[in-house]
């Protein structure tokens, strides 16, 4: 378990640090919404387009991780849908729930690639690449539809179409396949430049993540946070390691599925709740609450996810 705590340290200390100067007199505060709209738009696409487009996948079961991941992201939909009538029981909102909904499905590729590059370098952040450019389409898809059905922003079909459509990160990913795909390389000058703004994606993105973070929702965490923060931290790496075990994934690969279930919500699901008539504020604490935790459960995951790689090995 040190190790991998050790690990993962670095990546929380910079979020950490985006707490920190959140909250510094000395800079101008409106800066971040400029530094998280050019990282959502510009830095992060460009960083998987980057690596999408050089990655190699010959050593990787690629049939068998698109099964696994979308597999695991169809299961937790079901599980989150038939979680409707409870929430509505319990006397949660429509508009709260798209954010229990959002929170526990979605996760933040940030943390995902800073911990995979630190842990097991390219090929772990190759590998998290893919698992991202396989589920940023239905996990937008899903989300999006979620709050056009039950936000209370009057969203049409044409907004989901358009949303999906004009995704950054979709399209950064789409691009890089292609790329990839192709007979030739990149012109050299165009993929250094390319190089040099994402190489500025992980720390700027995980700065992002302490940023946004309510420390005074951590403190008091209620019933309605802490629900999300059970499925995103604990039952979705679990559906994802179960179904990585059954379909013969082990090794890296497992390691990596479970540290990309692992992860913390995304943040820009709150600016999606914010737009389209969803719960920000109760989205706001849960991120909070799961980033936070995050610092734990992830180091757990994965130290048990290595022993049932190393079982797996043994008994090869």
């Keep these: 378990m040190i190790p991998i705590f050790e690990s993962i340290l670095p990546i929380f200390l910079i979020v950490l640090l985006g707490i920190v100067l959140r909250r510094v007199p000395f800079i101008d505060q409106s800066v971040w919404p400029g530094l998280e709209t050019l990282g959502y738009y510009l830095f992060f696409p460009f ?44 006397g949660m909102t429509n508009a709260s729930y798209t954010t229990l909904f959002q929170t526990s499905s979605r996760w933040n590729a940030f943390v995902a690639l800073a911990i995979a590059e630190k842990m097991t370098g390219v090929s772990g952040l190759a590998l998290v690449a893919l698992v991202m450019a396989l589920l940023v389409i239905p996990l937008n898809f899903i989300n999006v539809a979620m709050l056009v059905w039950y936000g209370t922003g009057g969203r049409s079909a044409l907004t989901l179409v358009k949303r999906i459509a004009g995704n950054p990160l979709i399209l950064g990913c789409v691009a890089g396949i292609v790329v990839n795909a192709l007979p030739f390389g990149m012109y050299p000058p165009f993929e250094q430049a390319v190089d040099l703004i994402a190489r500025a994606s992980l720390g700027l993105g995980l700065l992002m993540v302490g940023a946004g973070l309510k420390l005074n929702d951590a403190l008091r965490p209620r019933p309605a946070v802490l629900v999300p923060v059970a499925l995103k931290l604990i039952a979705f790496p679990a559906i994802m390691v179960a179904l990585a075990v059954v379909f013969g994934l082990g090794g890296e690969s497992l390691i990596i599925l479970a540290l990309c279930a692992a992860v913390p919500t995304a943040m820009n699901g709150y600016l999606l709740a914010r737009q389209m008539g969803g719960d920000a504020p109760l989205y706001a604490a849960v991120t909070t609450v799961q980033t936070v935790a995050s610092f734990l459960t992830i180091p757990a995951v994965m130290w048990a996810s290595g022993l049932i790689a190393a079982a797996q090995a043994a008994g090869g």
Excluded: N
């Excluded at 998987?48 to 939909?77: H, N, P, R």
């Design 47 to 90: 960083l998987l387009f980057l690596t999408l487009a050089k990655a190699d996948y010959s050593g990787i079961e690629l049939g068998t991780v698109a099964i696994v991941s979308l597999l695991a992201v169809a299961v937790m939909t079901v599980l989150l849908l038939a979680l409707h009538p409870l929430a509505r029981a319990m």
